[in-house]
């Protein structure tokens, strides 16, 4: 929000087949989109400092936050209707997962956050994961993006080609 660089900018957690996952969305009548995904990602390189210094009496309030949201009582039956829908349809069964999960973040401490961070999240990490769906406007220069693109990044113009050729994690449904 800061660098105004578009007109839509959110961000969201997501769990998607029992893969955690963190989106970035940016639509930019302004930008190209490889330019939005350099400023994501020195978005998300910036939280290492962020972490750094992050006094343990803080994370432990934020933590302690999380625990309480984790177990407070759902404020309808439609709302607990729909965490038990999720279990059934997710195939977990987990009814009480906002229990367990309350009881594993007592575990975590700021050194495992940051770990985690090093080991999945930022952009230097040899296991870190990443799918970048960039989408070109009708009035894009697509050959000037083009130039811009990193060589790390692998364009899929087939996607039959993709399914074939790729491991995918097996199906839960």
Known sequence: TKEQLGYTVDSSPRMTYRLLAYCFRVMSSKYSPVYLQSRIDNFIDGL??????????TFEHHK???IAQKLEKDPSLSYQTGDYWSQI???????????LEAEELRTVGK???ISWYNAYIRSSSPTRRRLAIHVYG???DIAEAAKLQEQSWTAI???ESLKGSSQ??????
């Open 64 to 66: 302690s936050g999380l």
């Open 138 to 140: 009708c009035n894009s």
């Open 89 to 99: 349809t997710d195939k977990r069964y987990m009814f009480d997962m906002s229990k």
């Open 48 to 57: 290492s400092a962020l972490l750094d210094g992050l006094e343990e009496e």
């Open 111 to 113: 050194e495992d956050v």
């Open 157 to 159: 113009d087939d996607v």
């Open 168 to 173: 995918f994690y097996p199906s839960l449904c």
